[in-house]
């Protein structure tokens, strides 16, 4: 049982193991897990300080009790020898049996019979034979079973040996294949002469019944020589020599507890018969007086598995109800994580989370308070930095577009000087306008057309085409943005072009992402060169009468500025072969800025 309990606590380390495991995972389950493990401990200690403490009275009790059953069959066996050598006496010492053995001419079997079963009358029921012998033969015997009378020509055939019985008259035992005999010799009473012999056969289970032993008891009873009169409950393989010797070694009366090979460990009780001198010996497992206690181990074992079920099932419900303002909390933060801070926690209660709800609703409103104070600084400088690069593009625009009119003018191109004063005043007109900042495509392309109409003037030599997507005129887009890309084209590429140049303006709508490309065939630059038109410092040299400077880059930063980094510039160029300006913007159905609002 102790080996079994062993066990049962590796495997209550295994279970442990494997509930470590969940420690990392929710509050719910961490509670079962504790709440299981509690169970598990109690229940384990109850059961093995309830199986201790048990099995120690049992061990007490059940040497107590065997030490008991020893001393009566001690005064059973007492009992049974005292009336066997009464009966013995009686029928040695009657006075006419005796009186028949000594004259074998005067013995009569019928009489000797009839004072024979009145003798034994009152005990018959114990006997199986009785045999009565003078000096050389067979006289009587008595089937106590049958009430058989003796038969004569057996009597003559049956021998016996005078050997078995005690001379001085004593009463002996014997064992004979499995059946007991008493032996007695009669002697006469004055002059002790042996006058015959008188054997009474007991029958088989009156001996065993007289041990009263439980099934799972072993008992044996050795005579003063090492003989087993009676057992119960043989065991085979066990050396009966090597348990008489052992037990006249033990004290008597007093139960101890010895490891029997190959039997395990037993109780074992030895005591003596004052009449007879007969040992007893008692053998008891000890595994049979452990099944109560396991029966009261697998019993509570049982109630606490149950108990463990019923304290998950509980433990379930109520960590439901207890951690739920957890659980609120925890998906309002959730919604925080995604960028929503407008969202508070309502718990109804007054414990730790509540607390610790309201503690978090005013850390919420504290961030919201913060976000809307950085967002109207960030929206203020914003605007600042957009309106700063709206003015950087004007001057480059006007400061190129009268150096145009000044060329004409030495040409005296009177005609065509009025066409671009229109065309110029309609784009300076639509610059000083503080109407909404986000115009349409097509509006924009109104500005595009009269300054190409004023650079064309210049360059007759440029050949313009225009491709758009039929619905991408209606999207809205920042105000004069798209002049800064044409102006570059013709400043960095088709000014110094020798021949006819081309000058394609594209635009397509994909993925919610508008994107206009703005392709010439100019002389081009290297890559380095086209970079440095987006990343130009703040203090390098600006070439106003070349018109070089910061357009690419201010119209990138208003932008960005914006819609974020995401959108913006890029330039593709190389020598001799010409550039490629790309913007790419969101695609706005719809105006939703204005000069106040960026």
């Known amino acids: 049982m102790w080996k079994f309990r062993y066990k049962g606590l590796q495997a209550m380390k295994d279970v442990l193991r494997t509930m470590i495991k969940f420690l990392d995972s929710s509050i719910k389950r961490k509670m079962i897990v504790m709440v299981v493990v509690t169970l598990i401990f109690v229940v384990g200690m ?109 009597i003559n055939q049956t021998t016996f040996n005078k ?13 004979e294949n499995g059946v007991i005999y008493i032996d007695k010799a009669i002697r006469q009473r004055e002059s002790l002469k042996i006058l015959g012999y008188i054997t009474i056969a007991l029958k088989e289970d009156y001996m065993k019944q007289r041990l009263q032993s439980e099934e799972y008891r072993y008992t044996y009873v050795f005579n003063e020589n090492g003989d087993v009169i009676v057992s119960s409950n043989k065991i085979a393989e066990l050396n009966l020599d090597e348990l008489y010797s052992r037990a006249k070694q033990e004290p ?15 109780i074992f009780t030895t005591n003596i ?98 976000i809307s104070e950085v967002y109207q600084k960030e929206l203020s400088q914003r605007e600042s930095e957009y309106k700063a690069l709206k003015a950087q593009i004007n001057p480059h625009f006007l400061y190129n577009t009268l150096d145009t009119i000044r060329w004409l003018a030495l040409y005296g191109e009177s005609k065509k000087i009025e066409k671009v004063a229109i065309s110029l005043a309609h784009l300076l007109k639509a610059s000083l306008k503080e109407s909404k900042e986000m115009i349409p495509i097509k509006t924009e392309m109104e500005y595009i057309n009269a300054y190409l109409f004023i650079q064309q003037t210049r360059f007759e030599k440029i050949n313009v085409s225009i491709y758009l997507d039929e619905d991408i005129t209606n999207f809205f887009i920042p105000r004069f943005i798209l002049q800064p890309l044409v102006e570059n084209s013709f400043i960095h590429g088709l000014e110094k072009k020798v ?58 930063k208003r932008i960005q500025a914006l819609f974020g980094e995401e959108y913006g510039l890029s330039i593709q160029s190389s020598l001799d072969t010409g550039t490629i300006v790309e913007i790419m913007l969101p695609a706005i159905k719809h105006s939703i800025m204005t000069s106040k609002s960026i």
């Open 46 to 154: 109850i059961d093995i300080v309830t199986y201790g403490v048990s099995i120690n009275l049992q061990m007490n009790d059940a040497k107590a009790n065997d030490a008991r059953k020893v001393q009566f069959v001690i005064e059973n066996i007492d009992e049974t020898i005292s009336n066997m050598s009464s009966l013995m006496d009686s029928i040695s010492q009657d006075a006419e049996i005796q009186s028949m053995l000594s004259n074998s001419s005067v013995i009569s079997v019928s009489n000797l019979e009839k004072i024979i079963f009145s003798k034994t009358s009152y005990s018959s029921n114990i006997f199986e034979h009785l045999y009565l012998y003078d000096n050389q033969k067979l006289i009587i015997k008595l089937n106590f079973n049958s009430g058989n009378k003796t038969n004569r020509n057996m």
């Open 163 to 175: 050997y078995r019985f005690d001379t001085v008259g004593r009463t002996s035992w014997r064992i």
């Open 273 to 370: 018969s004052e009449f007879g001198k007969w040992r007893v010996v008692s053998l008891v497992p000890v595994k049979e007086i452990a099944k109560g206690p396991e029966l009261i181990g697998w019993w509570i074992m049982i109630i606490g598995f149950l108990g463990i079920l019923v304290g998950i099932i509980i433990t379930w419900k109520g960590t439901k109800r207890l951690i739920a303002p957890l659980y609120q909390l925890k998906q309002v933060m959730d919604q925080v994580e995604t960028g929503y801070f407008k969202q508070n926690v309502n718990i109804q209660s007054n414990d730790e989370f509540a607390r610790l709800g309201r503690s978090f609703n005013r850390m919420m409103e504290e961030i919201n308070h913060l």
């Open 499 to 556: 021949g006819n140049g081309n000058l394609i303006i594209s635009g397509s709508v994909s993925h919610q992402s508008l994107t206009i490309r703005v392709i010439d065939n100019g002389v081009g630059m290297n890559q380095e060169e086209a970079q440095l038109l987006l990343s130009a410092k703040e203090d390098e040299h600006i070439d106003i009468a070349k018109g070089t400077g910061k357009g690419l880059k201010n119209v990138n």
């Open 252 to 266: 008597n009366g007093i139960p101890t507890q010895l490891n029997i090979k190959p039997f395990g460990k037993m």
